[in-house]
């Protein structure tokens, strides 16, 4: 049943947000004003880190693919996101990444709200990217790069512009069709499409590396990187899976969400243990409560090295609920069962 009016809690009922839902929120609050105020969640929710219960995803790695779960818990909210990543998909009209997510509360475990997270997962990854490069990049930075132009690429560009005034946009895939897909949802903007990945990133200020790319790819060589540039990889999210050149990490400052999941699928992974312990500087809750300085000088490669982590699926769940109950978008379902008798869940049946 769809609400008309303000979210009435009911213990028996759900809110249940779709991706018409997601679009119609995000149309009537604004893309911008969406983005900065999930930005404001993540900030809000990094900075009180260790009242959350963390963990590495869990994840399940199948012929062509991964399938995982991120579950986190503060005192409470406890949610968790079910995605995938299937390089592969495109070939046959599916995405690569899709997910859902649920956010229930820690008190009694009832669902508060089931969401689509295909769509927020895109706005979560953005957004806490230029969290990153707000705090890392130069603040002359005017030349953007965009390595893949694949479904995450006009978040990145959307979000980008919002931390840092870029006055040109270059970008670069493998896939012609993509980079013209690219081209044509972000008509308007000073886009130069380059014929190579090197070609996007020399003398680029910032990078940003978000490709599907199965295996250790040096999608950005070390050669190409140049002081004072900053470096955003996104495409980490299994073990075996990199973009960045190891000699670049040599020479950065590295910044990671959650060191302990980081190590198993971001580009660290190509570091020993001993390395990873005297190359990441921080944590990037760190920085967000300022526990630790940023970038310390003009000259300085940084590196964040993302991979997704659940507090962000969090805070993404937070906003969209605070935003459909405000906006009374969304549904509101039956999904636990309505009994007197806590004992008697076969009376449903009847």
């Not at 609400?3 to 604004?30: C, E, R, W």
């Not at 820690?106 to 997962?121: A, C, D, F, R, W």
């Amino acid at each position: 049943m769809e609400t008309t009016g303000s979210f009435n809690y009911s213990p028996h009922l759900t809110k249940v947000i779709t991706v018409q839902d997601v679009a119609k929120i995000v149309s009537m609050h604004g893309f911008d004003n969406f983005m900065l105020d999930l930005v404001e969640y993540i900030k809000a929710d990094f900075i009180r880190w260790h009242e959350f219960h963390k963990s590495p995803r869990h994840a399940i790695h199948v012929d062509d693919g991964v399938i995982e779960l991120m579950p986190t818990a503060d005192s409470k909210y406890y949610t968790y996101k079910c995605v995938n990543g299937h390089p592969k998909n495109p070939l046959t009209a599916r995405q690569t990444v899709i997910a859902t997510g649920q956010l229930s509360l820690v008190e009694n475990g009832y669902p508060q709200l089931v969401s689509e997270m295909t769509v927020l997962t895109a706005f979560r990854t953005a957004a806490t990217t230029i969290i990153a490069c707000d705090l890392l990049a130069r603040q002359d930075s005017s030349i953007l790069a965009i390595i893949g132009t694949g479904a995450q690429s006009e978040f990145e560009v959307k979000a980008h512009l919002l931390v840092r005034k870029f006055t040109t946009i270059r970008y670069y895939d493998t896939d012609k069709k993509a980079m013209d897909k690219f081209a044509n949802n972000l008509k308007g903007y000073n886009l130069v499409p380059c014929d190579t990945a090197k070609d996007a990133v020399v003398g680029a200020d910032v990078v940003v590396v978000c490709t599907a790319c199965k295996g250790h790819v040096i999608v950005v060589d070390d050669s190409w990187v140049s002081p004072g540039m900053h470096i955003s990889g996104l495409g980490g999210d299994c073990p075996g899976k990199t973009e960045l050149d190891v000699n670049t990490l040599y020479r950065s400052k590295i910044v990671v969400e959650y060191t302990p999941q980081t190590i198993i699928e971001g580009d660290i992974q190509l570091l020993t243990s001993d390395e990873v312990d005297k190359l990441v500087y921080a944590e990037l809750w760190e920085l967000i409560a300022g526990k630790k300085p940023a970038r310390t000088s003009d000259a300085e490669i940084t590196v964040y090295d993302s991979v997704g982590f659940a507090i962000e699926d969090y805070s993404v769940l937070r906003l969209i609920l605070d935003l459909a109950n405000k906006h009374s978008i969304g549904h509101e379902m039956d999904l636990i069962p309505q009994i007197s008798d806590p004992k008697d869940l076969i009376s449903v049946l009847d």
